[in-house]
């Protein structure tokens, strides 16, 4: 019965990471199915390529919020199958082995959801979202989300790609967990360092079609500007 309720737990976060964002806001607002352009994902950066911002920054926002809400709704799924009342519940951060568990199940729906024959985004703003979970725990203010996305925009900036600025700032974002404990800015185990390789493996395997295309220079650029519209 344990196994079959902790099953239960984690379905709840399954399902909630699948919900194919990008996808909902484009046939809802744009009567436009984001899967039949660009890339064909259903994340932020293919919203993007219909040409509307704002569904792209709430693809975004809602993406980042998945392991956010999945841990809440575990919670309280939880609550009624075990009948605890678990502390921390305002941040949604009870355990930390539950939680990372929650997170990588939530990264893992995004990309592979059951809503779209196991076919989906590349993880990248699911995973981005962790980070706002593990600074509330371990820190006192977002450095691993400022960290990470600072990173992200100084080689989007350079190289208007968003697949390198992803992959380079999954590279580097266990050196950021590492070296922020290790100076004192928090009391994060080595498993959530463990927890982020993991991830960057993940998201590298996720953009192997993307990392080919880098390497024959044929890797499309993202608008960050006007002028960067007029650029090929």
């Avoid at 809602?62 to 575990?74: E, G, N």
């Avoid at 196991?118 to 981005?128: D, H, L, R, S, Y």
């Avoid at 450095?143 to 992959?167: D, G």
């Avoid at 493996?201 to 295309?213: E, S, T």
Wanted: charged fraction near 15%; hydrophobic fraction near 50%; proline fraction near 3%.
């Amino acid at each position: 019965m344990l196994y079959f309720k902790s099953f239960i737990l984690f379905l709840v976060a399954y399902l909630i990471g699948a919900i194919p964002t990008g996808l909902i806001l484009t046939k809802i607002f744009l009567k436009q199915d984001v899967r039949s352009i660009g890339s064909g994902s259903t994340g932020a950066t293919n919203v993007l390529r219909t040409g509307s911002k704002l569904l792209a920054f709430l693809t975004l926002v809602i993406d980042a919020l998945k392991p956010y809400i999945a841990t809440i709704a575990v919670y309280f799924s939880m609550r009624g199958l075990f009948g605890k009342l678990l502390t921390s519940v305002a941040y949604g951060l009870y355990d930390e082995y539950i939680t990372m568990a929650i997170c990588g199940i939530a990264i893992f729906a995004h990309c592979y959801p059951i809503y779209l024959k196991f076919k989906g985004g590349k993880g990248v703003a699911t995973a981005f979202g962790t980070l706002f979970l593990f600074s509330a725990k371990y820190y006192s203010i977002p450095v691993l989300p400022v960290a990470a996305l600072s990173t992200w925009l100084l080689v989007a900036f350079v190289s208007k790609k968003s697949s390198l600025s992803a992959l380079t700032t999954a590279l580097i974002l266990p050196v950021y967990v590492y070296y922020l404990n290790n100076l004192g800015g928090g009391d994060a185990s080595r498993y959530l360092v463990y927890f982020y390789i993991g991830a960057v493996v993940f998201v590298i395997f996720r953009h192997h079609a993307n990392i080919a295309r880098l390497i024959k220079g044929t890797e499309s650029n993202i608008k960050l500007s006007k002028d960067d519209s007029k650029k090929k």
